[in-house]
């Protein structure tokens, strides 16, 4: 029994490997994760790459919790916005190992990508028009819209 005791306790070498390797990669993430100031650089520069169109940027500081800058952005055609959503991923996912959360990528209308400290919508201009997030989080917007 107590040869049962001992070896229930004992951790094996794979085990500890795999600990300090989740250890690891947990750290070296957290030094590696860019500013959020960073990250919108890098995302505004992929959009651009990508022919993005109308790109507005807003800073969410001060303003809501669910991030510190937002960006909105157009396609011209539903592949174009998934295709502009699929690349700003995997290159966010290369560049800084963030692994970002998408919504609306299959129908392209309207993507939602979350990457924690920037959120980012990528619409096709009939949607856009509709929705007018700028309005929401933009003094003034409103009024530049309507030409008063």
């Known amino acids: ?7 229930d306790t004992v951790l094996s070498p794979e085990t500890l490997a ?7 990669a947990a750290v ?15 995302i505004l520069s992929s959009l651009d790459d990508d ?3 109308d790109v ?3 800073d969410l500081r001060g303003k809501s919790a669910i991030g510190d800058y937002m960006i909105i952005a157009s396609g011209r055609s539903t592949r174009q916005v998934a295709a502009m959503a699929e690349k700003l991923t995997d290159r966010l996912k ?3 190992g963030i692994i970002s959360k998408v919504e ?18 990528i619409f096709r201009p009939e949607v856009r028009e509709f ?4 309005k929401m989080w933009v003094p003034g917007a409103a009024s530049a819209a309507t030409g008063t």
């Open 18 to 24: 795999a600990a300090a390797a989740d250890t690891e």
């Open 51 to 53: 022919k993005a169109e």
């Open 28 to 42: 070296m993430t957290a030094k590696t994760r860019p500013s959020s100031e960073v990250l919108m650089e890098r």
């Open 1 to 7: 029994m107590s040869a049962r005791c001992k070896e």
């Open 56 to 58: 507005v940027q807003i």
């Open 94 to 96: 290369q560049d800084y």
């Open 131 to 134: 929705y007018q997030l700028e």
């Open 104 to 121: 609306g990528k299959d129908t392209g209308d309207w993507v939602l990508i979350d990457t924690g400290d920037v959120i980012v919508h």
